[in-house]
């Protein structure tokens, strides 16, 4: 079955920094790249999402970069806020037929003001 | 934030009780999910339910039991739980599972949930 690596397990930046995380997957045949936000005490909730017929996809502050051959992606959050700490989550999923999500054990993101 | 609800949000049982777990989803979706969500652990896929029919049971012990009596409503009832069941259990939901592009899911907020 898939795997789903996620690094780092716990990141802090300051205020106004970039930020990247990062997921690999074991499955070539995944096709569908989630990635969700966690605040404390909440449900997680999607941000952004990748499918595997484009390498970057941006919402505003948010990017995710996807590379098929290397089996991996990437969040990119630049211009950190302080709302931007929680906990995020990747996901793979083949999507089509198979729609399991399989997800990785998220990253604790500390924005320091 | 009102499209996928869960009852109740926390909730304590020993373990020769038998309590429910309640999901309910406004957003006209076809498929719904339940997750397990452990302390450093990713989330687990317990059950997968398409179009009313259960479609995924990830090797869950029978002590959980789901249960989808419409598209809008899925149910999970605990009995004889253990201590190691103690977690956060979320219900998830999608337009439809299985078919490509529709997979997005849209989590309820959990019910915490001990187990003394």
């Known amino acids: 079955g898939e795997n789903v690596e996620q690094h780092p397990s716990t990141l802090s930046v300051q205020e106004g920094d970039s930020a990247v995380i990062k997921c690999t997957y074991s499955?070539?045949?995944?096709?569908?790249f989630p990635w969700y936000k966690q605040e404390l005490g909440k449900r997680p909730q999607l941000i952004i999402d990748?499918?595997?017929?484009?390498g970057e996809k941006k919402d505003q502050r948010i990017a995710v970069t996807l590379n098929k051959t290397a089996k991996h992606f990437s969040l990119h959050i630049t211009e950190t806020q302080p709302e931007d700490s929680a906990v995020y989550f990747c996901?793979?999923?083949?999507?089509?037929?198979?729609?399991?999500?399989?997800f990785g054990k998220g990253t604790l993101l500390t924005v320091n003001p | 934030e009102t499209g996928v609800t869960q009852t109740p949000r926390h909730l304590v049982m020993g373990m020769t009780n038998k309590k429910s777990l309640k999901c309910e989803q406004h957003?006209?979706?076809?498929?719904m999910y339940w997750y397990k969500q452990s302390a450093k652990k990713p989330l687990e896929l317990m059950f997968v339910?398409?179009?009313?029919?259960?479609?995924e049971n990830n090797s869950v012990p029978s002590r959980f039991s789901p249960e989808c009596p419409n598209s809008s409503h899925l149910f999970l009832h605990l009995h004889t739980l253990q201590p190691e069941d103690s977690a956060l259990y979320l219900c998830?939901?999608?337009?439809?599972?299985?078919?490509?592009?529709?997979?997005?899911?849209?989590f309820g907020p959990g019910t915490r949930l001990t187990v003394l």
């Open positions: 998830a939901s999608s337009p439809e599972s299985g078919r490509k592009g529709t997979d997005t899911q849209y």
């Open positions: 499955d070539s045949a995944s096709n569908y």
């Open positions: 990748i499918r595997s017929n484009v």
């Open positions: 996901a793979a999923s083949r999507g089509g037929s198979n729609y399991k999500l399989t």
């Open positions: 957003l006209g979706h076809n498929a």
């Open positions: 339910y398409n179009f009313k029919e259960q479609t």
